[in-house]
């Protein structure tokens, strides 16, 4: 009886050593979608199959589907999320934290970890390209803790701020409205770093620092003003203006975006 005791203790031992405790662990949610408009689709987020291959291995990984986003859909770390050509997209996450998608983005939330009694949240949120809106919690005050935007070019830290980037392949636009981010290139061996207060903006070209802040003009402050309170309300509730297209505007202003004509949400 002892020694069938003992070669199980040394059997479950040998599954937890197998099996990482996290793999016994459920996944949890990070945050909620809020609101919808026109078409916004996600990819659902999962495990690293390639973690799990032996040295030399090579293990066949199944492409999920694009999948239409649902109201009130939960959502989940590394899920990734597309915008038609006029569509918007707003997720709350757990902390209170918001990232909002303007038309024909693309958005993947890297990581997302959140303590609510540690008070500690750390999310790393990559924009692909397209325009998007950060309206980050500052009540988070682990020393630990940190929100980071990554787009092509930029590596934007933010805590208690709120703005919005406008993103493509070669170029990244901050323009923040409240509190104040760091801004430095993608690139670590890019050197050179700013902060970036309020109503101020700064460029992240590819290849070169950030360009020294600057005071928004007033065209700009009124479209970040529309962006803020024309898409997210009070209590961020959803309230477009009519006839307001911010894209449109910032192409305009900065030609950020990339010539395409494809909606994201009907290719593959």
């Known amino acids: 009886m002892t020694h069938f005791f ?24 990070v945050g909620r979608i809020i609101a919808i408009i026109g078409n916004a689709e996600y990819t659902p ?25 649902q109201p009130k859909q939960v959502v989940y770390a590394s899920d990734e999320f597309r915008t038609g050509r006029k569509s918007r997209l707003r997720i709350l996450f757990e902390d209170s934290s918001l990232m ?9 939330i890297s990581s997302y970890l959140f303590d609510a009694k540690e008070k500690l949240r750390q999310g790393v949120i990559s ?6 809106m950060y309206i980050v919690n500052k009540e988070q005050k682990h020393p630990k803790s940190h929100f980071k935007i ?7 830290a933010a805590r208690g701020t709120q703005g919005y980037l406008s993103v493509s392949k070669l170029k990244t636009l901050v323009a923040n409205q409240a509190g104040i981010v ?11 770093d700013v902060m970036v207060g309020p109503m101020m903006k700064t460029v992240v ?21 529309q962006v803020i309170m024309g898409w ?22 900065y030609d950020l975006f990339e010539e395409d004509s494809s909606d994201p949400c009907t290719s593959g």
């Open 45 to 69: 987020g999962g495990e690293e199959s390639v973690a799990s291959a032996r040295p030399g291995e090579v293990v066949p990984v199944s492409l999920t589907p694009w999948q239409k986003v």
């Open 100 to 108: 909002a998608l303007g038309p024909n983005s693309r958005m993947k």
């Open 205 to 225: 070209e590819e290849g070169k620092p950030p360009t020294e802040p600057e005071a928004l003009s007033g065209p700009e402050r009124k479209m970040i003003q």
């Open 6 to 29: 003992g070669r199980g203790l040394a059997l479950l031992a040998v599954v937890f050593l197998v099996f990482p405790a996290n793999a016994w662990a459920e996944k949890k949610p």
């Open 232 to 253: 997210v309300g009070s209590r961020y509730r959803e309230k477009p203006r009519k006839g307001s297209d911010i894209k449109e505007a910032v192409q305009e202003e």
């Open 182 to 192: 760091r801004a430095l290139n993608a690139d670590p061996s890019v050197i050179g």
């Open 150 to 156: 990554l787009s092509p070019t930029a590596n934007v």
């Open 127 to 132: 924009i692909g390209h397209g325009i998007s």
